[in-house]
């Protein structure tokens, strides 16, 4: 907790002042019975709600709230005005929706199988109660029919694949100052304490219902005419706040907080206006694609528009924020070498380029920054900035990659650089490559591979046509945690028996090689990787150089290599 604290004290904006989130938390009641959620691992976010959901206020905040994190999620908020979570009869609706409305109000369940089968998302947030508690009867009758709709809504979730369900209980209903609390909210409080009473059964429910009554009564005593909403239903701009604090601080109240960075310069005014396009233009977007049966709701633009559009909203957005890079200046070849500290204090050097292209597109080298360094002098000349890790002997293992994500984090975040790096793996470096790769394919324009280990039992182990490293392979055992030789030769992590990730991401590859390297025999790994990802449909290009030992690395002339990455790094970020 004091962790926490620390990490709250430094955000001071009145849009996520996360001291009032340690107040809320204190009366909200965050725990959860199951694992809480780790937000960097989510890749497509579905928003569902009604028209407190689909005014965005609160999404917009959690979107820039993500942006900041360098957690790279894409959030699709697919909130729909007038939509309950349950199916209202026909003398319901005609009573509380169509004589004053004109039209039937929509319901979940009639759209939930094609958002799910079209968006595929891994996680979905949704909140809903609002016009179910106005609805509904106002008894156990009303009360067990909400509580149906949502169990079945988390279970057809589940089968369709959802990693993560996220459930906020409904906003209050405000009678007005003086008032005492109406049977509407009656509802609401009822829903809420149900959705609570499901942590017990591995639900994850952030509750927002009980922090916003608390807050209302506190602001009361100030203010007595004070209300989150004009009309009793659609909070404010104060209110979405308090609801985007809440799910933060779920999400927050995890050993997965460290690591996230203070957001506070994202969330200026002109930011947020920038955030807040983003989210509603794919929003809209997707709202439409879909589909649904509510009228009076305008047309997002096509998909592909919207995409190019969203794109260039997310290249100001990076523009914007982008904070010098810190720590040691140097000289690397001519250019300006940055070396500074990120995640568990490993040193991340940054090499700027002369002439950065836009977007800030890089290439991530993954062992040997000064091996062989042509081909990242001759992208640097084209404006790609290059970027070295330093975690040598670890061969690639997860604790090379926690450190890889630790630093992409905080590049994404903190300096604006773009979200899909091209990846260099020279020898040992195509196991941090492709291993890093594998787990987050959807942070990955393209790699180039060059006389890659891709499989440790041909090197380091040398059980090949290899001649091997007995005290690397001795290295491997430690940093993969093998107990004997026998479980290192069953080992199925290495990167030859991994390549779906990457194929279903469509990610390109090309694999430069040595016919005659005695050290990484190319045809027990390329060849291998090569076979194997044109079966899954992925696209690969060799490039064998005849009667050539492991060294040395490159071409000649690299431009095939320089066409290639420049090519997919504008491709995969958008940059005309």
């Not at 929706?97 to 595929?120: D, M, N, V």
């Not at 909140?127 to 508690?133: F, L, T």
């Not at 405000?174 to 509407?184: I, L, T």
């Not at 604790?399 to 300096?415: F, K, P, T």
Request: hydrophobic share 40%.
């Amino acid at each position: 907790m004091l962790k926490i604290l620390a990490i709250m004290k430094s955000v001071v904006p009145r849009i996520f002042s996360y001291l009032a989130i340690l107040a809320l938390c204190a009366f909200s009641g965050i725990s959860s019975a199951a694992p809480l959620p780790d937000i960097k691992t989510a890749k497509r976010i579905v928003i569902l709600g009604d028209s407190i959901t689909q005014a965005g206020d609160w999404v917009a905040d959690f979107d820039g709230w993500l942006t900041a994190a360098g957690a790279p999620a894409e959030v699709l908020n697919l909130g729909l005005s007038s939509e309950t979570a349950s199916d209202l009869t026909d003398a319901e609706q005609q009573e509380t929706h169509i004589k004053p409305y004109g039209f039937p109000r929509p319901a979940i369940s009639e759209r939930l199988g094609r958002i799910l089968e079209k968006t595929k998302p891994d996680w979905v947030v949704e909140c809903y109660g609002m016009n179910d508690g106005s609805s509904l009867p106002q008894n156990d009758e009303g009360f067990a029919r909400f509580c149906s709709a949502m169990e079945a809504m988390k279970s057809q979730l589940e089968k369709a694949g959802v990693k993560q369900i996220i459930f906020l209980t409904p906003p209050i209903h405000d009678a007005g100052p003086g008032q005492p609390q109406d049977k509407h909210d009656g509802m609401l409080s009822r829903f809420s304490d149900w959705l609570i009473s499901k942590r017990k059964n591995g639900w994850n429910v952030v509750d927002v219902h009980g922090p916003m009554r608390a807050a209302l009564d506190e602001k009361r005593k100030v203010d007595p005419n004070f209300r989150f909403a004009s009309d009793g239903t659609h909070p404010n701009r104060e209110g979405h706040d308090l609801m985007a604090k809440q799910l933060i601080a779920f999400l927050t109240n995890t050993r997965h907080a460290e690591g996230f960075v203070d957001h506070s310069p994202l969330m200026a005014t002109s930011l947020r206006e920038l955030i807040r396009q983003r989210t509603e233009l794919r929003g809209a977007a997707w709202l439409t694609f879909t589909g649904h049966k509510r009228p009076g709701i305008a047309p997002g633009l096509p998909l592909d528009e919207a995409d190019a559009k969203a794109d260039e909203l997310t290249g100001q957005i990076q523009a914007q924020r982008a904070q010098p890079f810190p720590g040691k200046i140097s000289k690397w070849n001519g250019y300006d070498r940055y070396d500074f500290l990120v995640g568990q204090k490993r040193t991340c050097s940054v090499i700027v380029p002369d002439n950065p292209m836009a977007g800030r597109l890089w290439a991530w080298k993954g062992e040997f920054l000064n091996a062989f360094p042509q081909t990242e002098i001759d992208l640097l000349k084209q404006g790609v900035y290059i970027v070295y890790l330093n975690v040598p002997n670890l061969l690639g293992a997860p604790e090379a990659v926690q450190h890889w994500n630790d630093a992409y984090g905080e590049l994404i975040s903190r300096y604006g650089m773009a979200t899909k790096p091209a990846l260099i793996g020279l020898s040992r470096g195509g196991l941090y490559c492709f291993n890093w790769a594998i787990a987050n394919p959807s942070k990955v324009s393209c790699i180039y591979a060059d006389a890659a280990v891709l499989d440790m039992k041909s090197w380091p182990g040398g059980k090949g046509k290899g001649q091997g490293s007995p005290g690397d392979w001795q290295l491997a055992f430690k940093v993969y945690g093998f107990k004997d030789e026998a479980e290192a030769m069953a080992f199925k992590g290495n990167p030859v028996d991994n390549l779906k990730p990457l194929a279903d991401a469509k990610i390109p590859l090309i694999h430069v090689y040595g016919e005659a390297d005695h050290t990484v025999p190319w045809e027990e790994n390329t060849g291998i990787v090569a076979e194997r990802y044109r079966a899954l449909g992925g696209a690969i290009q060799l490039i064998g150089k005849p009667g050539v030992d492991h060294h040395p690395h490159g071409l000649k002339d690299p431009t095939p290599v320089l066409e290639f990455i420049v090519m997919n790094l504008k491709k995969a970020n958008r940059i005309p």
